[in-house]
């Protein structure tokens, strides 16, 4: 991963999905911080569950930190 925060998780949209980028590239739409951690395997972190999601520095939370899932 290329810079200090590579993760991005957009706010919440109106179906309560937020985006999921990753190093510029957009992953798909997170609805729990189960899918961010899915999205944070698939980059490449096997080991990334969700309490790493909660507390990892990687992540931009915008809009709401891992506890907001609703627009």
Not at 23 to 51: C, W
Request: hydrophobic share 40%; net charge negative; no cysteine.
């Amino acid at each position: 991963m290329a810079s200090d925060r590579p993760v991005i998780v957009y706010p919440p949209d109106e179906a309560s999905g937020r985006r999921v980028r990753v190093d510029g590239t957009i992953l798909g739409r997170a609805f729990s911080t189960q899918d961010v951690a899915r999205f944070m395997q698939e980059a490449g972190l096997h080991d990334f569950d969700e309490m790493d999601v909660v507390r990892s520095s990687l992540i931009d939370w915008r809009g709401g930190g891992p506890d907001a899932w609703e627009h």
